[in-house]
C-alpha cells in the first residue's frame, strides 16, 4: 500500500533552519506532484508548498515565500521542504501529501495520499 513518511521535524529557535523529509512507497513516485501542508492547534490546515511531478514548477503559500524550498528527489523517492528564518507562527504538524493530477497545489482535495506528519516547534 502507499505510504508516505515525514521526518525532520523537532524544536528550533527563532531564525533557525529544518529540513523535512518525505519519503514515498507503494506508488510511482515520479509522476505524482506533491505538497506539503501544516496544521496548528486550533487552525484549520494550511497549504505550504507543492511541487510538479517533474520538479520544474513549485508553488509556496505567501507566509512562507522566501523563507522555505520545496525540492524533490524522484530517484529516491523523496520530497524535501527546507525551513529557513523560521518563526513561531511557523509551528505546526507538518504533513506531506502526494496527488496523480494536482493542478492547483494549494488544495488539499487535490491529493490522494498522506502521511501522518511531523511536529515542528519554533520557540521563541
Known amino acids: 500500500q502507499v505510504q508516505l513518511v515525514e521526518s525532520g521535524g523537532g524544536l528550533v529557535q527563532v531564525g533557525g533552519s529544518l529540513r523535512l523529509s518525505c519519503v514515498a512507497s507503494?506508488?510511482?513516485?515520479?509522476?505524482?506532484?506533491m505538497g506539503w501542508f501544516r496544521r496548528s492547534p486550533g487552525k484549520e490546515r494550511e497549504s505550504v508548498a507543492g511541487?510538479?511531478?517533474?520538479?520544474?514548477?513549485?508553488y509556496y503559500s505567501d507566509s512562507v515565500k522566501g523563507r522555505f524550498t520545496i525540492s524533490r528527489d524522484n530517484t529516491k523517492n523523496t520530497v524535501y521542504l527546507q525551513m529557513n528564518s523560521l518563526k513561531p507562527e511557523d509551528t505546526a504538524v507538518y504533513y506531506c501529501?502526494?496527488?496523480?493530477?494536482?493542478?492547483?497545489?494549494?488544495?488539499?482535495?487535490?491529493?490522494?495520499?498522506w502521511g501522518q506528519g511531523t511536529q515542528v516547534t519554533v520557540s521563541s
Open positions: 501529501a502526494a496527488g496523480a493530477s494536482v493542478i492547483n497545489y494549494s488544495i488539499a482535495s487535490r491529493y490522494d495520499y
Open positions: 507503494g506508488l510511482t513516485f515520479s509522476t505524482y506532484g
Open positions: 511541487i510538479r511531478w517533474s520538479g520544474d514548477r513549485t
